[in-house]
């Protein structure tokens, strides 16, 4: 009789340790925005331009923006091979009103972002020039970036 006690003892206490020892699983589950943050991220590789390269207000200058390259980080981007118009060589960034598809640069562009399957479009209104008419940055810009 002693054995069964001892035996239902253990049992009893084993299993008193092993409910403590359970981590509570509610972590809350990654919002919107975090999953957008992760996604333009792009694990920390660049942004080049992809087939369909830039369209500025609906006509091809991916011929401007030779060997393009955009970092997307925690709220911080840097670019290479930009117009200083279109893109600064480095700057901030955050979502507007928390809507994922709408970001807001430190020079004060917003832009739109369409992402899926590694493809980012980013849309967005130039302003200023880059040195004369010819190489001028206002207008709308469509970058269509793959993932390097």
Avoid at 52 to 66: E, I
Avoid at 67 to 93: C, Q
Wanted: net charge negative.
């Amino acid at each position: 009789m002693k054995n069964i006690t001892y035996i239902i003892s253990i049992l009893l206490l084993s299993s008193f340790i092993t409910l403590i020892g359970c981590k509570d699983d509610s972590d809350p589950a990654p919002t919107e925005l975090d999953l957008q943050l992760t996604a333009l991220q792009n694990g920390g590789s660049n942004w080049v331009l992809g087939s369909d390269g830039v369209l500025k207000d609906g006509f091809d200058v991916t011929s401007q923006f030779t060997e393009f390259k955009l970092t997307i980080g925690a709220f911080t981007f840097t670019t290479e091979n930009s117009l200083s118009g279109a893109w600064p060589a480095s700057g901030t960034w955050e979502f507007v009103n928390d809507n994922p598809n709408q970001i807001l640069r430190s020079d004060g562009v917003q832009m739109t972002v369409s992402l899926s399957d590694n493809n980012l479009t980013l849309t967005f209104t130039g302003a200023g020039s880059s040195g004369g008419r010819t190489e001028s940055v206002d207008g709308e810009y469509q970058f269509r970036l793959v993932s390097e």
